[in-house]
């Protein structure tokens, strides 16, 4: 379908094509609006994340280690929502199906970069409830500003340069069977599927990034909240022990939102065989609902966030009515 770019050493032929067709649904009438459908959710992640950066960012009562992790956790989900669904309105709503070969592995880059943060962000707040409710009278000297921006800088780090391994191994394959990727995004196991030569490796570490990357962490965080809920098993008043349950709901819900469809999405994937149109939708939501829901999730269901809000509001209110009163002591 596009020009070919290839070449040969060593008796051996690397064939890359100067661009990916991004192929998206087959056969599905008025798919587009799907797409706006996507417009509208990606509108509502923006505001609802800035929403609650902003919150975090002005509201002192929030600058503790817990809302850098949940700032950490909004910045991330709306990194991973810019980094995919602008690109997927571009590509099917306005018939840019095109990608180059190089942009196309910097998109893949960009998007698994910031699902894998979303769900480490997750992680470290499983830790973070864990410290709490486990040993409280330790939390504010174990669980501080400074160790928590030194677990997400080694996240940072650790997360890209894994990426960075994991997405320039397909640099080592040969593209000759078609340029056609059949998903909404340049998706590695598509891409690794046009191979025309040995693929093994990359099989091997896509197996790695599931199994380390999306089963691991949920993993970790059942057994914290197994922790959680011996020692919630403790506590001897009724009314202490509903208190800290409440502060672990909100995370709860956080993660199923994101940890269940992903993993039903995988293992019906590996049990069943999915029409290609609608393993693209279940992906696809499951990528961006979920950004979407977690600010909305946070604000509704976190007494402190819901506090801050109401005080930054009064104090917003106090400061209008203020500058009101000046305003008509200089006139008068």
């Not at 998706?187 to 025309?196: E, K």
């Amino acid at each position: 379908m596009n020009s070919i770019q290839s070449d040969s050493s060593a008796n051996v032929t690397f064939v890359r094509p100067a661009t990916f067709f991004l192929n998206g649904f087959s056969n599905v009438p008025h798919a587009k609006y799907y797409y706006v459908f996507l417009s509208l959710v990606y509108v509502v992640t923006v505001l609802g994340n800035s929403f609650i950066m902003c919150i975090i960012y002005l509201a002192r009562r929030l600058h503790t280690a817990k809302y850098i992790a949940v700032f950490h956790l909004a910045l991330s989900d709306l990194c991973g929502s810019s980094a995919l669904i602008p690109k997927i309105i571009d590509t099917f709503l306005f018939g840019h199906h095109d990608i180059s070969y190089e942009v196309c592995f910097v998109s893949m880059f960009f998007i698994y970069h910031f699902m894998n943060l979303q769900s480490l962000t997750l992680l470290i707040l499983a830790y973070d409830r864990l410290v709490a409710i486990c040993f409280p009278l330790r939390y504010h000297a174990i669980v501080t500003k400074q160790a928590m921006f030194l677990i997400i800088g080694l996240m940072w780090i650790v997360s890209m340069t894994y990426f960075s391994v994991h997405v320039g191994l397909l640099n080592r394959l040969s593209i000759c069977s078609s340029n056609v990727v059949n998903s909404y995004f340049c998706d590695y196991g598509p891409v690794c599927r046009l191979a025309c030569n040995d693929n093994s490796l990359n099989l091997l570490m896509g197996k790695i990034c599931f199994g380390f990357l999306i089963c691991l962490p949920p993993v970790l965080i059942i057994i914290s909240y197994f922790c959680i809920a011996l020692a919630l098993l403790k506590i001897a008043h009724g009314v202490d022990r509903i208190k800290a349950i409440k502060t672990c709901t909100s995370h709860l819900i956080l993660v199923a939102v994101f940890y269940l469809p992903i993993l039903s999405n995988n293992i019906a994937a590996a049990t069943t065989p999915i029409h290609p149109n609608a393993r693209i939708i279940n992906n696809s939501l499951t990528q961006i609902i979920p950004p979407m829901l977690n600010p909305i999730i946070y604000t509704l269901k976190t007494e402190e966030v819901m506090q801050s809000i109401k005080e930054l509001y009064k104090r917003s209110k106090v400061n209008t009515i203020s500058e009101k009163i000046m305003k008509f002591s200089v006139r008068n």
